[in-house]
């Protein structure tokens, strides 16, 4: 049985994630094979009762967890989200997830705002280094709060950092019967770092013949993206630019309601969660997507080695969407619960079938 360890979080992310974790269970319910759900507090409303982000005993618990299913951190009643930071960055980066997997996928051809493309087109991967570069809080602040006040940012690239995920994106594309990966910098202008990602990407690439490979600035790459989705398969770039990228993609298929993501060391405990945000004033209202958080629940049990039960809640979403029953921002009429429930109806539904 494995274990996984919820963190509902704060705003939406206590709804939506309510909804993930009883459709896993209905998923395993179908699979037969249980899930071992563990309910962990940390969030704002813990912060703010006992001062504590993550404890350090806590996070040595997480990592005897097969898996961790995320919310939303974000809370108005902390106003500098210190415990958001120290959660989710905390978990990022001491667990080593080096590895921000962003799925587009367009479900239905109504969703996209891209005139004239259909399903067909809008189907990659963004691979987005997650460790390093302008996240790793390297600078400071000089003379704050004067005209002479200077605040310097330092974005922080390792060979073994960016060799790790350039290899990351090649297996998956091998794996998955995808035929190319581009990786995307802006070395024309970030002259050290980015030559790194250039020569690294080019010494990289021969190990993997039967995959092409390709460059793109990411400027142009954004360009691209609107114009033709439907040319890129699996791409790979830093930090900065692939939390960019990936929620320009995410708007491509439908809206962050339905954007899922993976924080993944490959073999180890690894973290999902939706990328929507904790939208507090929508929280309490019965209105949040929870299909971003579903399909994050089935990257999940793909990680770790349920795929029966992760495409049991990939073709209960695609068929919810399809027939339209879904939250408003999709074009229906449903809550937040009632999307559940659907999405529950189906999966339970599969195992008559």
């Known amino acids: 049985m494995s274990r996984i360890a919820v963190i509902p979080g704060d705003g939406i992310g206590v709804e939506v994630t309510r909804e993930a974790v009883e459709c896993l269970r209905a998923a395993a319910q179908v699979g037969g094979r249980p899930l071992d759900l563990d309910l962990l507090p940390y969030g704002a409303e813990h912060f703010l009762k006992t001062g504590e982000t993550l404890p350090v005993a806590a996070l040595d618990s997480l990592r005897g967890y097969d898996a961790i299913l995320l919310g939303a951190l974000g809370d108005p009643r902390v106003p500098d989200n210190r415990h958001a930071a120290d959660i989710l960055l905390g978990l990022r980066f001491k667990l080593d997830l080096y590895v921000n997997q962003r799925p587009v996928r367009l479900i239905a051809e109504r969703l996209t705002p891209l005139k004239g493309r259909t399903t067909r087109d809008i189907d990659f991967v963004i691979f987005r280094e997650n460790t390093e570069g302008l996240y790793v809080g390297m600078g400071g602040i000089f003379k704050k709060g004067t005209p002479d006040e200077i605040a310097v940012q330092e974005d922080i690239n390792t060979r073994k950092g960016v060799e790790r995920i350039i290899r990351h994106a090649f297996e998956h594309a091998r794996s998955r019967g995808r035929r190319r990966v581009l990786m995307s910098d802006k070395s024309n202008a970030l002259t050290y770092g980015h030559d790194l990602w250039q020569r690294t990407f080019r010494e990289v690439a021969p190990d993997y013949p039967d995959i092409e490979a390709s460059h793109l600035y990411v400027d142009v790459l954004a360009m691209q993206m609107i114009k033709d989705p439907s040319q890129f398969d699996v791409i790979v770039t830093c930090n900065m630019f692939g939390d960019i990228l990936s929620d320009l993609g ?104």
């Not at 990257?299 to 695609?318: C, D, F, K, N, S």
């Open 250 to 353: 995410a708007q491509l298929q439908g809206g962050l309601g339905l954007a899922a993501s993976g924080n993944i060391h490959p073999g180890r405990t690894s973290l999902f969660e939706p990328v929507h945000g904790s939208a507090p004033k929508y929280a309490g209202k019965n209105v949040a997507n929870p299909m971003g958080a579903v399909l994050s629940a089935a990257m999940m049990l793909e990680e770790i080695g349920y795929p029966q039960e992760a495409r049991l809640l990939e073709e209960a979403v695609t068929g919810a969407v399809i027939a339209g029953r879904t939250t408003r921002d999709l074009g229906g009429d449903l809550g937040t619960r009632e999307t559940g429930d659907e999405i529950r109806r189906r999966i339970l539904a599969a195992r008559g079938a």
